[in-house]
C-alpha cells in the first residue's frame, strides 16, 4: 500500500446543510466543506459537538441529502446509500433480536449474495475480527468491545472500499477501546481487509493522532474545515514519543484558535450559543487550575489527561471560563485570569457572588432576564418569553439547550430562580444578586 | 462461555425425534384436532328468530362450550393481529392517511365495546343467511374490537420509536421496505405487543362471555358456550350450574396462560432493546419443553422465519436501490394535500349529517336527559375508582415491599383480572335479592368487579419497582407512618397507579352496559345510568337510541381521557419517573 493518495476514492465539493428553523428561517450546519480523500488514507474528522461532523458522515453515507455542493464516490454522484461504503455506529446499532451471525449477515441479505456463500463469508468474517465461538449468541451476552466487534464483522463482511466510523470507540472503557484500535489498525497495516479508505469521526485528539494519516479539524456554527494536520508517523505509533505530543499539541492549539478578526469575547450578546458546561465542573476546572502543578496556567492535553475529560466535556468549559473572564485560552495553554484566582481562593458564598457578579456583567441573556424580572409585576414570567426571543437568533432546539444552561448557571448564582414543573422564573428566593 | 446453540441444531445434522418431540407432538396435533372439531359447529343451520341450537344444561357439555368460547377467542386474537400489522403500518408510514388514522384509533378506544354488538349483529346475521356463521362472526367481531385498538396502538408506537441508528443501520446495508420490517421494525415491537395482547385477552373473557347470549330487538341469539351456558344457569335459578360454569372458566384462563401466555412471553424476551440482561427472565414449561425436542424444535424455527424467507424467495435480490431524488414539484404536493384534505372533511361532514338523521328522532330534551345519565354513570365510576384505590392501594403496596409476597400474588391478581366478572354477577344478584337492597347503590360494584384487579397488580408492580436505596434512605432518615406513605410509596407507585386507573376506568365504562342491568330468573334490578340504557334499547331494537347513547358515552370517555388522565399520565412520565 502507498501511503500517498494516489487515486481518489471520494470527493467532496462546497457541501451545506442547514436545517429548517420556524418560517422559513434556517440554522446552517455546515458550510462550504471541501474534501478529498485518496485511496489508502485513513482521515480523521475531528471536531467539537456542534461541528456537524456526524451529519458529514452520514452526508458521505449517502444516509443524508446534503442542502448544497456535491458528494461524489468512485466519480459518480452520491444521491442515497452507496455498495461499497460500510458503516460502524457509536451506539452498536445491532438488531438484538438476531444472533452474531444474524447480525453480520444483514450487511449480505441485501446483496446478491446466495445463501451459502454468505453464510461463509459471514464466518469469516467473524473469524478476521476474532469473535469466533460466538457465531449464536445474542448481543446481550456479550460485553461493549465484543458488540463493537459484531458491528466491526457486519460492516467488513461487505468488503466496503470505505468504511466510515462515527465516534466507534466512545462507548467503551479506555482498555477495550485501545485493543479494539490496534486490532483494527493491524488488519488495515498487514492489508488483510480489501478496505480502500476509512473516514473516522472522532472528538478524541490522541485517537486521531494514533489512528489517522491526515486529520481534518472542523469548526463550530457552521462547520467547516479550518484546518488540516497530515500525520506522518509510522505504525505503530507511540502515544508517549515526542513527535506524537508535539502533534498532539499542535492539534490542541489549531482546535482552541479563533479566527481572524475575532477578539476575545468581552461579555457576550444575548443570542451568543452558550457552551454546555455545568457550574459545578466550572468550579472544579478552576480549583484544579489553580492548585499544583499548574499554579493558574496549565498545557491543555495534560490538564486534560489530568481530569479526565474529553474535547467533547474540555472545550466548553474552556469556553465558559472565558465567556465568564475567568480564564484565557491561548497556543493551547489555559491560563486563569485574576478574578479566576480569586474565585478559586473564595469560601462557597463568596464564589457565589463572584459568579453572579460575572454573570451579569458579561452574559447580557442573564442580565437581561434578571432585568425582566425585576422590572415584571409580581417578579415572575414564564420562560417561553425568554425562548422565544433566543428564537430570532438561534433554532429551536438550540433556543432551549441555551436557555437551559443560562437558567443553571442563574440558579446557581441566585440571581432568579426557576420552577421547572411550571416552566416559570421568577425572583422568589435569590438570597443575593440584589443590585 | 458457552454460547447458546440454538442454530447449530440446524446445521445439517441428522434430527432425529427424541422422547420430547414424541411429546411434543400429541400435544400440538391433540389441540389441532379440537380446533377442528369445534370449529366444524359452528357453521350449523340457523333461522333468525329461533333460539337454537338448544343449549343443555348438563354440565358434562361444558367442556364442549368451553372450546367453542375459546376458538372464538383465537379467531378474533388472529384477527385482530392482522388488523394490527396494516393498520399500524399504515398509520406510522403514510403520511396522507397517518394523520386520519391515529386519532380514529383514539375515538375507536372510547366507543363501549358492546355498542359495537349492538349494532352489528343483525348486519352480520343477515350476511350469512340461514347460518350461525353470522351471529358467530358478530361475536368474534365484538371481540375483536375489545382487542385490536389497544394492539395498533401499541405497534403504531413502537414502529414510532424504532432506535435511529437501528434505522440507520438498515438503510446503510440497503434493506428493503419489505426486509427492514420483518428484520427490524417488527422485531422491535415485539416485546410490547405481547404485552397488550396479553391484557387485551384477559380484558376480552369478559366480552366473549358478554356476547354469546344476547337479544336485539326480536333477534334472540344463543352461542354455545361458557357464556351462555351461564345466562341459562341463571334463567333457570340453577346454582350448581353456575358453579361449575365458574370452575370451567377458571380452568380455561388458567390453560390460556400456561399453553399461550407464558411461552409467548418468554419467547419476546429476546427482542428486548436494552441489551443488558435484567433481572430474572420470564420462564415458561412449555416453552422449554419446545427447545428441548429436536424435530418441534426446527418446525418452531422455521415457523419463526417463515415471514423472513418468504421476503427473500419472493422478493428478487438486487442491487442497492438508488433512491430517486426526484420530489415532486412542491405546487402539485400541495395540491393533492389540499384535494386529501378536501376529502377527508367531506366524509367527515358526511358521517355528521348521518349521524344527525339518524339520531333527529329524538327530542332535543331527551337529548339532554341522555347526557344527564352519562353524568349518572360518571358519578358511579369515579366513586369506584376512589374506593378500589382506597382499598388495594394499601394492600398493594404491603404486598409489593415483600417480593415473596409478590411473585405469589400478583399471578393470582392478574388471572382476577382476565376472569370475565360477569360469570360473578349472578352471585351478587342473588344476594341482592335476598336482602332487599337498593339496586341504585348494590349493583353498583359490579361494574368495577371485574377491573379492580388492574388497579391491585399495578400498584404491586409499582410498589416492587421502588429502588431498594431509596427505601434504606427512608428507614435511615426515619420516616414511617403517614410521613413515609407521602414522601415515598406514594409518590413511587404513582405511575404505575396511573396505568392501573386508566386501564380500570376503560373497563368500568365497558362494563356499565352489563353491569348496570342485571337478572337473576324473572326479576331484573336496574340502576339508573347510561349503561342501563343503552342495554334496555339494545334489548327493544331502538337503533336511533342505541347510536346516540354510544355517542353520548364516546364522548364523556374521550374528554375524560384527554382532560384528566392524560395530564395525570404526563406528570407521571416527568415529575415521578424513577430511573
Redesign the interface.
Known sequence: MTTSASAELLRLDSIRKSYRKTEGDEHLVLDGVALAVGEGEIVALLGRSGSGKSTLL?II?G?V?PGGGTVSYGGKPV?????G???V???????????V?ENVE??L?????P?AERRRRALEAIDLIGLD?????????LSGGM?QRVGFA?ALV?EPDLLLMDEPFSALDVLTAETLRTDLIELWIERRIPTRGIILVSHNIEESVLLADRIVILGSSPGRIVAEVPVHLPHPRDREAPAFRKLVDDVYALMTERPRGVTRPEGVPLGHRLPDASVSRLTGLIDALAREPYRGRADLPEIADDQGLSVDHLFPLLEALEILGFARVEAGDVELTPSGKSFAEADILRQKEIFAEHLVRRVSLAAHIRRVLDERPGNRAPEERFLRELEDYLSEDEAQRVLRVVIEWGRNAEIFAYDE?AGVLSLENPVEGEE | ?Q??????NFRGKLTTPNAWDLAAFFLVMGIIALLAWGSREMALPYVPGKTVPSLSPDPWHLPYYALRTVIRMGAALCLSLAFTLTYATLAAKNRRLGPILVPALDILQSVPILGFLSVTVTGFISLFPGSLLGVEAASIFVIFTSQAWNMAFSFYQSLKTV?R??G??A??????PW?RFW??EA?FG?PPLIWNIMMSVSGGWFFVVASEAITVGKTSVTLPGVGSYMALAIHRQDLGAIGWALATMALVIFLYDQLFFRPLVAWAE????????SGAPPESWLLTIFTRTRLMGRLLHLVGTLPAQLA?RFTR?????????RPIRPEIQRTIDLAWNAIFALAALYGLWKLATFVSVIPLHEVLSVFGLGLATLARVTVLLALASLLWVPVGVRIGLNPRWATRVQPVAQFLAAFPANLFFPVVVVLIVHFRLNPEIWTAPLMILGTQWYILFNVIAGASAIPNDLREAATNLGLSGWELWRRLLLPGIFPSLVTGLVTASGGTWNASIVAEMVSWGPTTLTATGLGSAIARWTEQGDYPHIILGIAVMSIFVVCLNRLFWRRLYLLAQ??YRLD
Request: aromatic content about 8%; cysteine-free; hydrophobic content about 40%.
Open positions: 452520514r453515507s444516509l441529502a444521491t442515497g446509500p452507496v455498495e461504503v460500510a458503516m455506529f457509536q451506539t452498536f446499532a445491532l438488531m438484538p433480536w438476531l444472533t451471525l444483514l450487511g441479505l441485501a446483496r446478491r449474495v445463501a465461538g460466538f457465531e449464536s449468541a445474542f448481543p446481550k451476552e458488540r457486519r461487505v414543573s | 462461555m454460547p447458546l446453540t440454538t442454530d447449530d432506535p441508528d437501528l440507520e443501520a438503510t446503510i446495508f440497503g434493506l428493503s426486509k428484520r427490524v422485531p415485539v429476546k427482542f428486548r432493546v436494552e441489551l443488558t440482561e427473500e435480490p438486487r442491487r442497492i436501490r438508488r433512491r430517486s431524488r416527568t415529575r
